[in-house]
């Protein structure tokens, strides 16, 4: 596998879960920006594992700033809850050009669920976490990384809270 054919944050993905003793399972694929593209080709995954990394806009106290909400793939962000949650009565997905300048060049559809790889909060809906093991784009809509939740959760340390209108 030549990871230097892909966004530098794989990578950087893999070396942390080897630093950990993580064992995790690694896809290379045809490219996929939707979490039904990507649930179509990982055999052995539902849309429900599949992780959708989204970077919101919220507007809260005068300051604008990024966030990351993740969420299971087969679910919709309730934007009245993340609206509660970040006292924010303004908040809107990342534009293709925030997303790419705050992550360094990693494009839409591709954002791993690794908001603190690029210094912003992550939230993540505690239906994620009810899965043993969860799939998402590591850093390219090519490049799919499968890990348990729980190791994932002690890498990431997101503040669990509802996020979608079932959580």
Known sequence: MNLQ??????SHIISLLKENNFRYESFEHAPVRTSI???KIRTGYTLSQGTKALIVRVKADGKKFLVMLVIPGDKK?????VRTLLHSKDIRFATEEEVIKITDG???GGVPPFGNLFNIPVYI???VLENEKII???GDRSFSI????EDYFTLVRPIVSPLTSEG
Do not use: Q, R, T
Request: cysteine-free.
């Open 125 to 127: 809906d505690p239906k």
């Open 106 to 108: 990693v494009l839409p």
């Open 37 to 39: 593209e990507a649930a």
């Open 77 to 81: 962000f309730d934007s009245e809850k």
């Open 136 to 138: 998402f784009n590591a």
């Open 5 to 10: 054919i892909y966004h530098p944050v794989v």
């Open 146 to 149: 499968a890990m348990k939740s």
